[in-house]
């Protein structure tokens, strides 16, 4: 069972349109990080957020962190293929050092 | 600066053989992390060295280990291998020993015949 669940699993769109991807847990955590990973590359950190209710601007991205600080949501505006990646969210749990991962959410835009 | 390199990038074994996968770290960050990601499970966390020492492990087999050196380098092994260990190896560094972020390197994508 995973400590974070993301959903939906797939996502596909079409260039321009809007999404949003979902992190979401029982449990509380400290902070929360979003990362992208390309093919055949390793996950890159794209924010972290820390403070419940915390929302963060990356040019097209948005990050909020929920006030309980039990989940997270990513939502990009007009997607573009450079958007195109698969999508994790991470995050210690309250009182923990180790970062768990969600399965991870794959984004298509297609052009 | 570099940043984590990880070696070899692919490799093929059959069941029964071990393996040792090589990460060197960003210069200066002495925490390393390895996780094995599948299509089916994601990212599973294996284990954490930081100062050469395992701060933390995961639920994986005790086929599963590692090790880091004096220069903050790091190794990890499977031995006996599955069918069930082809996955994509990631090493990731941070500096400290706190909850900063990971950096990653590209994967050892391993297959097992």
């Known amino acids: 069972t995973q400590l974070l669940e993301q959903s939906p699993q797939f996502l596909s769109i079409q260039e321009g349109e809007n999404l949003t991807v979902y992190c979401n847990s029982s449990?509380?955590?400290?902070?929360l990080q979003w990362y992208r990973q390309e093919p055949g590359e390793g996950p890159v950190l794209l924010v972290t957020?820390?403070?419940?209710?915390e929302v963060k601007k990356l040019k097209r991205l948005t990050f909020q962190f929920g006030d309980a600080r039990k989940d997270s949501s990513l939502h990009i505006t007009a997607a573009q293929p450079g958007d195109t990646g698969l999508y994790l969210c991470?995050?210690?749990?309250?009182?923990?050092?180790?970062?768990?991962f969600g399965a991870g959410t794959t984004v298509t835009v297609r052009a | 600066k570099a940043g984590v390199t990880q070696t070899p990038r692919y490799l093929i074994k059959t069941r029964g053989q071990q393996v040792t996968l090589s990460c060197s770290p960003i210069s200066g960050h002495r925490s390393v992390s390895w996780y094995q990601q599948t299509p089916g499970q994601g990212l599973q966390f294996l284990f954490e060295y930081f100062s050469e020492t395992q701060r933390n492990k995961g639920n994986f087999p005790g086929r599963f280990s590692g090790r880091q050196f004096s220069n903050s380098r790091s190794e990890m092994n499977v031995s006996t291998l599955e069918l069930g260990d082809s996955a994509l190896y990631l090493c990731a560094s941070r500096r400290g020993s706190d909850t900063g972020e990971l950096f990653f390197g590209e994967g050892s994508r391993l297959t097992v015949l």
């Open positions: 991470a995050g210690p749990p309250f009182n923990d050092y180790k970062l768990s």
């Open positions: 449990s509380v955590f400290s902070s």
């Open positions: 957020v820390v403070t419940g209710g």
